[in-house]
């Protein structure tokens, strides 16, 4: 059918063009020449985690194209986050900033506070490459997020983007946490597991997948873990310990 075959070749075309565009213009991909061509290195912020295998179980989110190495966020650059406090139960952000150097404990990431914002998670992915795109970390429910329906307390993940030499980096991502489930009485009466829902759903924004091994944080279901388990860590140092970009 020549109509379709001809609809179906223009689509391939304009996804190629797409594509090369984001490796062409990207930020880091230029930059990545040019200090190429003069010489430098980029170092990491911080020293890169020890990885250590204790027989746990960890899965990542994402991997790179025909290899088993993680989509990680570049450890050279900080990960930029901000939260939006609406609607957040009282005492709940000094468990988000724990939650998060726990999470920058475990990669050897550093976080960086962009400060209070009114953006809502998971919304304006339409931004121009290399703009500031902080993680976005917000409270809400299920009328917002459907995905809050039920038992679920928190959403997270992180997209990525092409950077330097074809590698794929994640360059923002998202938390949405349930008012419905995670209420000023649960954070009065259960602090150390609403902290955990916080570093389960930090470590789904670095890269880690479900596992099903309920001894991890990284199961689905929190039943009260709120320490992270061995395969936890060691996935977590494994997607802070990648390559700059
Ligand atoms: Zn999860």
Same mark, same amino acid.
């Not at 194209?65 to 190495?69: R, T, V």
């Given at each position: ?32 020449? =040019?200090?190429?061509?003069? %010489?430098?290195?980029? !170092?990491?912020?911080?020293? $890169? ?5 204790? /027989? +746990? @179980?960890?899965?990542f989110a994402a991997t790179q ?5 993680p989509v ?62 902080? =993680?976005?970390?917000?409270? %809400?429910?299920?009328? !917002?997020?459907?995905?809050? $329906? ?5 959403? /997270? +993940? @992180?997209?990525p ?7 794929r ?38 890269g880690?997948a ?36």
């Open positions: 059918m020549p109509r379709r075959r001809t609809s179906t070749t223009f689509s391939v075309v304009v996804t190629a063009a797409l594509l090369a565009a984001v490796v062409l213009l990207h930020p880091s991909a230029q930059m990545e020449t =040019v200090r190429g061509l003069i %010489g430098l290195g980029r !170092e990491r912020l911080l020293p $890169a985690p020890a990885i250590e295998a204790r /027989g +746990g @179980a960890y899965a194209p025909g290899s088993d190495e990680a966020w570049d450890p050279c650059s900080p990960v930029s986050y901000a939260v939006n406090p609406a609607e957040m139960p009282a005492g709940a952000r000094p468990l988000v900033d724990r939650a998060i150097a726990r999470i920058s404990a475990a990669t050897g990431l550093v976080f960086e506070d962009d400060g209070d914002t009114d953006r809502r998670p998971f919304t304006g992915s339409l931004v121009p490459l290399g703009g500031g795109r902080p =993680v976005v970390i917000g409270w %809400g429910d299920e009328t !917002e997020f459907p995905e809050l $329906a039920g038992s679920v307390a928190g959403l /997270g +993940g @992180a997209a983007e092409e950077g330097a030499r074809g590698r980096y994640y360059v923002t991502g998202g938390i949405a946490l349930d008012t419905a489930a995670l209420t000023d009485a649960a954070v009065a009466q259960q602090p150390r597991v609403v902290e955990a829902i916080v570093v389960h759903e930090l470590a789904h924004v670095v880690l479900h596992v099903p091994e309920p001894m991890e944080l990284m199961f689905a279901d929190n039943t009260g873990q709120v320490e992270l388990g061995p395969g936890d860590r060691e996935g977590l140092a494994r997607l802070g310990a990648v390559p700059c970009g």
